[in-house]
């Protein structure tokens, strides 16, 4: 089956842990993106990578890092730089350089202890 | 700076009641719109995209549309399982990504 999985489904850190979420795609798309999702907020997107080996910043990139080694896969580092790391954290794929739909993943949420 | 704004924030209906979802937005020039449905605690699914003001889609029971200042899902005799969170992003032809713009979400309930 074709699509984007992201592990772990619920993550637990201590303050002062970085901490880093998987994403991987089998959709042959080109473009990755990371989103964070608070309640009563809309997605705010935090890096976005439409080719591998660069990304560029969102809305909301400090504290958080990424890398882009393989088309398949965008890993997420939630470092202990990010002030408030609790949230609901959304990967999307999607082609890219066109009017085109992103596809998500299930998600993971991430607790700070 | 491109906008979304949905409304009602929230919106409950008898099951068969029809009804619509508000999105109104303001963006320098759209390259799309975007519907998704989320439930709790998943990944939003992707329902329809819109590219140009006049176009219409439909599945099953919801029917979106588009103005060049609003879209609106309509959702025709509902049934409990059509309960979730309704999602409107827009896409910007400037900026050189392919950034969403999302806004905040109706949360719908279908009652029996």
């Known amino acids: 089956d074709g699509g984007i999985t992201q592990s772990p489904k619920y993550l637990f850190r201590k303050e002062g842990q970085n901490v880093t979420l998987s994403c991987e795609q089998n959709?042959?798309?080109?473009?990755m993106y990371w989103y964070r999702q608070d309640p009563g907020q809309g997605l705010r997107l935090i890096y976005y990578?439409?080719?591998?080996?660069?990304?560029q910043k969102g809305d909301i990139a400090e504290g958080y890092s990424v890398s882009r080694e393989k088309k398949e896969s965008f890993p997420l580092t939630v470092t202990s730089a990010q002030k408030n790391p609790t949230a609901f954290y959304l990967c999307?794929?999607?082609?890219?350089?066109?009017?085109?739909?992103?596809?998500f993943g299930p998600g993971t949420r991430l607790t700070v202890l | 700076e491109d906008q979304v704004t949905q409304s009602p924030e929230a919106l409950r209906l008898q099951e068969g009641e029809s009804s619509s979802l508000n999105c109104s937005y303001t963006?320098?020039?759209?390259?799309?719109l975007f519907w998704y449905r989320q439930d709790p605690g998943k990944g939003p699914e992707f329902l329809f995209t819109?590219?140009?003001a006049g176009e219409e889609k439909e599945k099953e029971r919801l029917k979106a549309t588009l103005t060049k200042k609003e879209s609106f899902l309509h959702i025709t005799a509902p049934k409990p399982e059509d309960s979730a969170t309704y999602l409107c992003?827009?896409?910007?032809?400037?900026?050189?990504?392919?950034?969403?713009?999302f806004g905040k979400g109706t949360k719908l309930t279908v009652n029996p």
């Open positions: 999307a794929s999607g082609l890219a350089g066109g009017q085109d739909t992103q596809y």
């Open positions: 959709l042959n798309h080109d473009a």
């Open positions: 990578s439409q080719i591998v080996n660069d990304f």
């Open positions: 963006v320098s020039g759209l390259r799309g």
């Open positions: 819109l590219y140009s």
């Open positions: 992003a827009v896409q910007a032809t400037q900026g050189g990504s392919e950034k969403l713009v």
